[in-house]
Structures are given as C-alpha cells and as structure tokens.
C-alpha cells in the first residue's frame, strides 16, 4: 500500500510546497502587522520609523523566502533519493511508448514512472491548479 | 608695406577665426544632439549646452574649443564635415589643424594630437561613418524606445513555474486534453500507445485555433528582449522566437495535464478496483 500510494505522497508535497509559496507574502506581512510601532507624534521621527520597520519588513521577507526555498530544495533532494531506483507507479510499457526510457528515468525499468518525470508533471499542473489563488 | 603686411595678417587671423568659429559652431551643434539623446536614455534631463554656442557667436572667442573630444565626437565631427560643406570636407578639422598653426604658443600640443587623430580616423572612416552613425541613431532611438516601455510596464507578479496568462482558448485546450485522457483511460489505451492521441488532438487544436478569438498579445519587454533588440537581433526575429516559446511551453502544459489524468485516472480505477473485489 505504502509503495502503491509513492505517486501521491509526492503530489501531496508539491501541492504544499506551492501553497506555502503563493502564501509567502502574506506570511510576511503578517509578521508586519504584529510589529507594534515605536515613535508618533513627531514628522521626522515618524519618518524614521516607518523607513526602519520597511527595512525591517524586507530582512523578514528575504529570511522567511530563504528559509522557504532551502526546505524546498531539500524536500526534492530527499523524494529524489528515496526515489531514484524505485518507480512511483508502474505501467504497461507499451502505453507509454515510444517515450519509456523518458519517463522512466532514472530507474530503467521499462513501464515505470520515474520520480523525475513524476515531480515535473505534478509541478505543472499543481501551479495551474493554484493559479486562481497566486 | 610693413602696415599692408599687418593688415593681410590680421584679415587673415580674422577669416581663420570666422570659419573656426563656424566650425565650431556647428560641431557642438552635432555634439549637444548626441549629448541630448545620450541624457534622454540615461534619464538625465539637462539643459543642452547651447549656451555655449550663443557665446561663440556673439563674442566670436574660439578658445573655448574642446580639446580632447571623444570617439563618437570625433565620427560627429567628421561626419558633420562630410554633411555640411561640400567644398570643404574637412572644413572643422583643417579649422583644427590651421588653428593649431599658429597658436603653438597656446594649446599646441594636445590640438596638435587632435589634428593627427583627426586625419587618421578621416582616412579609415570616411565612407563608414554615416553608415555607422545611422546604425548608432537607430540604436539610440530603439534603446530610448525599450526604456520607455520599461518604465511604463508593471512588474510581472512572481510566478515560480511561468504559468502564462490563461485565454478561453488555452482553457479550452486544457479541458479537452483531461477530457481525452480519461477516454483514453477508458477505451483505447489497451490498443495504442497513449500518445497517439494527445498528438491527434494537436492538430485538431491547430485547425481549430483560427475559429477562436485571438486576444491582443502584448510582447512583454524585459531586460533579455531588450539586449537582444540592443544586440543588432531584429524585432521580428525575437517575437516569432518567443511566440515558438510560447507555443512549445503550451503543448508542453498540456502534455503534463493529459498525463497526469491519465495516471490519476489510472489510479483511481485500480483503487476502486482492488475494493470491488
């Protein structure tokens, strides 16, 4: 069951990999909205600080989208590698022809979904499915 | 005799200066345009300097020349002399040379290294100068043209995987290729290979498409169309390569939704299937 169910552990994964994408923005602003702020009153320090929480507000953004992305990276490098010999799933070979050796990389079995084949046609379709929302 | 003798020098001095004057009149003239189009690209909005010219001809004063004048000055100043006087092709830089004549008591040196490079760049461009000029003129106008764009478009939102604009027809495109998938699942797949199909359809799509309504394609300017329009590349070069871009990156979607239907259909039938039995 658990190898049956690979192809949709790894559609699970970049469906929440892309969500939490298109959420990044927001994740940051929200971070924005809790930083209380310091000076009123007074025009030039006002100034100040509003110029010192968007300064503040990019450092956040920049660490939470680095963050983001080296989990991400790290995320594909792991189902690569947990995946590299065993297929996702496993087809007649002639319903995939002439394109087997492709699709199966890299594990070689002929008929196999190979994770790499796999993971880019998830990726596609799952940002077409969150374009709406992005 | 001694006074004649003064008198012929001072009407010559007097010629000399009048056509240096001119002369020089009419390479700043040359100078302030290109400097105009430069600031225009550049962004930087300073006044010409016509101020300059002004005085030159009011105070008749050459000895505000400039005297180290750069490569595009230079091929201004040649071209400048080829278009405007005929009978003098080197009115400015013979203006240059007969005044570095007899100032070697002032500027002597460095004019006199003007007036050598002068003569050298005349010889080697002379014929191709205006070609040269022209290009460099377009090309000007193209990158003020792509700066403009540039300004006035708006930042593409961040999209990770460049899903492009979806139109009636891309939709339609999409709809029909899970559509086919799943037939595919369900009837021919046993017979043939499942691309056959998704090919077939292709070409329907390709028939089809002049019966869509086509939406306005705006080519999007970015930094790597504009290199390539700077580059020498023609526009129409770039956006029938782009548009085959486009088209590749279309079929491609398509091909990645057929698929996955078509494996999630499979799936799906095996799942229900094994719970049947």
């Not at chain 2, 070409?203 to 970015?222: C, D, Q």
Request: proline fraction near 5%; charge should be positive.
């Amino acid at each position: 069951m658990a190898e049956g169910c690979a192809w949709l552990l790894v559609l699970l994964t970049v469906f929440l990999c892309n969500l939490f994408k298109t959420q990044l923005p927001s994740l940051s602003t929200i971070r924005h909205v809790n930083i209380p702020l310091q000076a009123s009153g007074c025009g030039e320090n006002k100034h100040s600080a509003v110029k010192a929480r968007t300064g503040q507000q990019a450092k956040i953004k920049w660490v939470v989208s680095i963050v983001f992305y080296v989990l991400q990276a790290a995320l594909m490098v792991s189902l690569i590698w947990k995946y590299y010999s065993e297929p996702v799933m496993v087809l007649p070979s002639k319903w995939i022809a002439p394109l087997e050796r492709l699709v199966a990389f890299p594990t070689g079995i002929p008929g196999a979904v190979g994770i790499t084949c796999w993971l880019v046609v998830c990726n596609k379709v799952v940002a077409l499915m969150l374009y709406p929302i992005s | 005799m001694a006074t004649l003798g003064n008198i012929e020098n001072l009407s010559t001095d007097v010629l000399m200066t009048a056509s240096q004057r001119k002369a020089e009149i009419r390479r700043r003239k040359l100078i302030n345009n290109s400097e105009e189009r430069m600031n225009r690209i550049m962004g930087i909005h300073k006044p010409p300097g016509n101020v300059e010219e002004c005085e030159m001809e009011q105070c008749g004063y050459p000895g505000s020349l400039k005297v180290q004048p750069s490569l595009t000055e230079l091929g201004t100043i040649l071209v400048g002399d080829n278009k405007t006087s005929s009978d003098q092709p080197w009115g400015i830089a013979d203006g240059i040379e007969s005044y570095t004549a007899p100032a070697d008591s002032g500027q002597s040196s460095d004019l006199k290294k003007d007036g050598s490079v002068l003569k050298k760049k005349k010889d080697v461009t002379i014929e191709s100068t205006p070609q040269g000029l022209n290009q460099y003129i377009t090309r000007f106008d193209e990158a003020m043209k792509l700066r403009n764009q540039l300004g006035s478009e708006k930042p593409a939102p961040e999209n990770g995987s460049g899903v492009e604009e979806l139109d009636s027809f891309s939709i339609f495109r999409l709809v029909g290729s899970a559509i086919l998938a799943l037939t595919v699942r369900l009837f021919v797949c046993k017979y043939l290979s499942i691309f056959a199909p998704f090919l077939t359809l292709q070409l329907a799509f390709m028939g089809l498409s002049r019966y869509f309504p086509k939406g306005e394609k705006k080519t999007k300017t970015t930094v790597l169309t504009a290199a390539l329009l700077l580059s020498g590349i023609p526009s129409e070069v770039i956006s029938r390569s782009l548009d085959t871009y486009g088209k590749m990156v279309e079929v491609f979607t398509e091909l990645c939704v057929y698929f996955f239907t078509f494996i999630f259909c499979h799936e799906l039938l095996l799942y229900f299937g094994t719970e049947n039995q």
